[in-house]
């Protein structure tokens, strides 16, 4: 089976508040508990936030280092799901429940 990255974007800024933030956790680890009993679920994180990212930018033979993102924006990488199906549409099929669960935009890729 392929391998497929579910990145999670979301909008820069505060988390939501917990009662907003509480339901969508809980719903996020029953769709994880439900990736592992079909088999599917390879692994899955949350990233802190990118102000607390480090970019490595090799330059005329050196590699500069700056703090922050690699660029700024009104969303980032919150977080990813790396999961095995038979093909893009099985794949596309776990991206959408997981953009139900997170209410945020969820960006599938394949690996090479």
Not at 65 to 75: I, R, S, Y
């Amino acid at each position: 089976m392929k391998q497929y990255l579910l990145s999670i974007y979301q909008p820069d800024g505060d988390p939501p508040p917990p009662e907003v933030l509480e339901p969508v956790m809980r719903d996020l680890a029953a769709l994880n508990d439900e990736l592992r009993a079909a088999g599917a679920w390879v692994f899955a994180a949350g990233l802190h936030p990118p102000g607390t990212a480090t970019v490595l930018r090799p330059q005329a033979g050196e590699v500069l280092m700056t703090d922050g993102p690699f660029t700024e924006g009104k969303e980032h990488l919150g977080g990813f799901t790396i999961i095995q199906a038979p093909d893009l549409d099985a794949a596309l099929v776990w991206g959408r429940k997981l953009a139900r669960v997170t209410t945020l935009p969820i960006e599938v890729r394949p690996f090479q």
